[in-house]
């Protein structure tokens, strides 16, 4: 077996501590992850791995060992990327992981143009709700909000936030009336992710600086928030979504933003590129970040530049919910 090959899959057994999980991630059997780090003991003479029926973990000789090999595969990798810049196009299969909350008709184009520019860079999309580990997971690329990663090992690229809007559609506004005020909401039938992903208590805050803080308890819950969309949009409730899955529903009029007063607190929300801290990236995740960073701040950049009358239409025939609730007791 090759050694530089031995070396990457020792590598990579290290890095997600286990046998099984580098065989997925690199796409060979279990047993060839087996022989590759028998030969490199072997060869050296020690062993690098202390196994158990239940984990493993390196030992003292291969820790030593596991710095040297990342030195080393990370010049070779160097050298590689050099020839590709210089002599050819990155190739490859790219594993990126994006945050759900991105709009499907942001990333659709982004990896459309990368790909238009890169063709020979195979890309392998994966939406995602929660926490995820780049490097045990195998991706080479992430596109995430602030709470979905939380390693000191990964860089970290900001490119904007995607802001939080209520939105709910025409219907739903004329049967329930209009909120004026945050606590209106505890009036309305909403929908949204459920608590272990999404903590249902929400920071409002008026553009004169008044603040207020309401929790929701949802109708009805769904652990995805393009399905959260579509129930809005069925009028089931009215929920609050990052604005990137909504746009275009607003542009159109089939969902309209209630409380434009009105912004919502959520750090959580900004949206990094994010990649594992190495020396040396292979040349397909260098050009896609590189090309990640441009499209997006043009696409965040343009979004702030966006009137707030398009994103919310005019609704003057709707009236607001207290009007509402007083008519019906009158009728009563």
Same mark, same amino acid.
């Given at each position: 077996m090759n050694q530089i090959h031995a070396m990457r899959v020792f590598v990579r057994v290290a890095d997600t501590e286990s046998f099984r999980r580098a065989a997925q991630q690199l796409d060979v059997s279990n047993a060839l992850v087996t022989r590759a780090i028998a030969m490199l003991e072997a060869h050296l003479r020690t062993r690098l791995i202390n196994r158990t029926t239940r984990n493993l973990s390196l030992t003292e000789a291969g820790t030593r060992y596991l710095e040297g090999c990342r030195a080393l595969l990370e010049e070779l990798d160097h050298l590689e990327s050099t020839v590709t810049h210089t002599e050819g196009e990155p190739s490859g299969t790219l594993r990126v992981v994006a945050s759900s909350a991105l709009s499907l008709l942001t990333l659709t184009p982004l990896i459309d143009g990368f790909r238009k520019v890169y063709p020979k860079v195979?890309?392998?999309?994966? *939406?995602?709700? +929660?926490?995820?580990?780049?490097?045990?997971?195998?991706?080479?690329?992430? /596109?995430? @909000?602030?709470?979905?990663?939380? $390693?000191?090992?990964? &860089?970290?690229?900001?490119? !904007?936030?995607? $802001?939080?809007?209520?939105?709910?559609?025409?219907?739903?506004?004329?049967?329930?009336?209009?909120?004026? =005020?945050?606590?209106?909401?505890?009036?309305?039938? =909403?929908?949204?992710?459920?608590?272990?992903? +999404? %903590?249902? @208590?929400?920071?409002?805050?008026?553009? *004169?600086?008044?603040?207020?803080?309401? @929790?929701?308890?949802?109708?009805? @819950?769904?652990?995805?928030?393009?399905?959260? +969309?579509?129930?809005?949009?069925? %009028?089931? !409730?009215? $929920? &609050? #979504?990052?604005?990137? /899955?909504?746009?275009?529903?607003?542009?159109?009029?089939? #969902?309209?933003? *209630? #409380?434009?007063?009105?912004?919502?607190?959520?750090?959580?929300?900004? /949206? =990094? &590129?994010?990649?594992?801290?190495?020396?040396? #990236?292979p040349a397909k995740t260098r050009f896609f970040i590189d090309y990640a960073l441009d499209y997006l701040g043009r696409e965040f950049a343009a979004r702030g530049m966006r009137s707030e009358e398009t994103l919310r239409p005019p609704m003057q025939s709707v009236m607001p919910l207290q009007t509402m609730r007083g008519a019906s007791a009158t009728a009563n």
């Amino acid at each position: 077996m090759n050694q530089i090959h031995a070396m990457r899959v020792f590598v990579r057994v290290a890095d997600t501590e286990s046998f099984r999980r580098a065989a997925q991630q690199l796409d060979v059997s279990n047993a060839l992850v087996t022989r590759a780090i028998a030969m490199l003991e072997a060869h050296l003479r020690t062993r690098l791995i202390n196994r158990t029926t239940r984990n493993l973990s390196l030992t003292e000789a291969g820790t030593r060992y596991l710095e040297g090999c990342r030195a080393l595969l990370e010049e070779l990798d160097h050298l590689e990327s050099t020839v590709t810049h210089t002599e050819g196009e990155p190739s490859g299969t790219l594993r990126v992981v994006a945050s759900s909350a991105l709009s499907l008709l942001t990333l659709t184009p982004l990896i459309d143009g990368f790909r238009k520019v890169y063709p020979k860079v195979n890309v392998r999309l994966t *939406l995602a709700e +929660r926490h995820v580990d780049l490097v045990e997971d195998g991706y080479d690329v992430g /596109i995430v @909000t602030a709470f979905m990663v939380s $390693s000191t090992a990964l &860089i970290e690229r900001p490119v !904007g936030t995607n $802001s939080l809007v209520p939105v709910a559609t025409p219907a739903f506004v004329a049967e329930h009336g209009m909120p004026t =005020s945050p606590t209106d909401l505890h009036a309305l039938p =909403s929908v949204g992710l459920p608590n272990e992903m +999404r %903590s249902q @208590t929400w920071h409002f805050r008026h553009r *004169l600086g008044d603040a207020d803080q309401i @929790t929701l308890a949802p109708v009805y @819950t769904v652990n995805n928030g393009l399905m959260v +969309r579509l129930a809005t949009l069925k %009028s089931m !409730g009215f $929920s &609050i #979504l990052p604005e990137g /899955i909504v746009r275009a529903d607003l542009e159109e009029g089939t #969902l309209v933003r *209630l #409380l434009d007063g009105y912004s919502i607190d959520d750090p959580d929300m900004k /949206i =990094s &590129i994010v990649y594992p801290g190495r020396q040396y #990236l292979p040349a397909k995740t260098r050009f896609f970040i590189d090309y990640a960073l441009d499209y997006l701040g043009r696409e965040f950049a343009a979004r702030g530049m966006r009137s707030e009358e398009t994103l919310r239409p005019p609704m003057q025939s709707v009236m607001p919910l207290q009007t509402m609730r007083g008519a019906s007791a009158t009728a009563n």
